[in-house]
């Protein structure tokens, strides 16, 4: 679930850090590795029952070899990955790249006022605080955030670091509690309107079939599957393994409603509650806020995970987002239809 928009919540101060001369040098590797969970095993071996080799903190980046089946006797999903280390299980190993920026000299200028979407090409950049206090529950908890690869803000500046020289974007969210961040302008792409072309928008019967007994989306134009993708839906049962049913993703048949580039998604409760900006690709289809959307803080698919909303890779998102109605155009990023609504949902058991 996610609730659009927030109230400022608080006070807690975070001071604007200098923005690092170099940038945080990772893995010279096509493929890598976030570490998205606060620590991580590796083994000599895709075998849970071997004696791990070390342990590896949140936000560890490593290459990453391949994906090979292995074992692991508490889990559903029996993927792992290959790395120099070892072996790591790959639900909290976070797909990542390292495609750094030319930053740009000027703004552009948009209908929203000058602007322009940006998505994280990097596995994570810091960003620091322009305007404390705190406001969102995450920077209360953590005074030195981060974003991730995928995520996706909007930049309506450019500064130049004090401390360094070097170019910085001004970073803020349209549906967030109101903090402004700067950021190393390197960490970001501009959001391109080919980014937004939408696929197939000449078919006119479009419907997408989500599976929660198997958790899994299949697009269909007529009777014919063009698209497939492991997802995440809602959870059954909650950290302490007790039964949450407002977490469920909704059986039915339901219209997708709105369609927005970014949004800052919360909700939930203590031990349970989530507080997470710059979610690319959302697309909502139940009027509450459940939504399929762009996901960084796992890699679990295949296997229920959410709140109620369902959770994809950034491509698989970012596919739905192109190719269901209705279509979105980059300025403003944001449409809301009125009923009947646009492509059909139908979320099933198989």
């Known amino acids: 679930m996610l609730k659009l928009g927030a109230l400022s919540l608080g006070a807690l101060t975070a001071p604007l850090a200098p923005v690092q001369k170099r940038r945080i040098s990772f893995p010279d590797y096509e493929r890598l590795g976030r570490i998205a969970q606060a620590s991580a095993d590796v083994y000599p071996r895709p075998d849970a029952t071997s004696s791990p080799i070390t342990r590896l903190y949140e936000d560890t980046v490593l290459p990453w070899y391949r994906e090979v089946v292995g074992y692991h006797p508490y889990r559903v999903n029996q993927r792992w990955v290959e790395t120099p280390e070892g072996y790591i299980w790959s639900g909290g190993l ?95 792409r501009p959001l391109a309107p080919d980014d937004l072309t939408p696929i197939s928008p000449d078919v006119t019967q479009k419907r997408i079939d989500v599976d929660v007994t198997r958790p899994s989306m299949s697009c269909y134009e007529g009777e014919t599957e063009v698209y497939y993708c492991r997802v995440s839906t809602g959870a059954q049962f909650n950290a302490a393994g007790e039964a949450v049913d407002e977490w469920a993703t909704p059986i039915g048949e339901h219209p997708i409603w709105r369609k927005v580039i970014s949004l800052h998604m919360s909700g939930g409760t203590t031990g349970g509650g989530y507080d997470l900006p710059g979610i690319g690709w959302s697309t909502l289809f139940v009027g509450n806020g459940v939504a399929i959307h762009s996901t960084f803080w796992h890699n679990n698919f295949g296997v229920p995970m959410s709140h109620g909303c369902v959770n994809a890779k950034p491509a698989d998102a970012h596919f739905i987002f192109r190719w269901t109605t209705p279509f979105v155009p980059y300025d403003p990023g944001d449409v809301t239809i009125s009923m009947p609504g646009g492509t059909r949902v139908r979320v099933i058991e198989s």
């Open 94 to 188: 976070q797909p990542v790249r390292d495609q750094p920026n030319q930053p740009l000299d000027v703004m552009p200028e948009s209908d929203q006022g000058t602007g322009m979407w940006v998505v994280v090409t990097v596995p994570w950049v810091d960003i620091f605080l322009e305007n404390p206090p705190a406001r969102s529950p995450s920077l209360k908890e953590n005074p030195n955030p981060r974003l991730y690869y995928s995520q996706i803000l909007w930049a309506d500046e450019i500064r130049t670091s004090s401390y360094t020289g070097l170019p910085l974007y001004r970073l803020t969210e349209k549906y967030g509690y109101g903090d402004v961040f700067l950021a190393d302008a390197r960490a970001f």
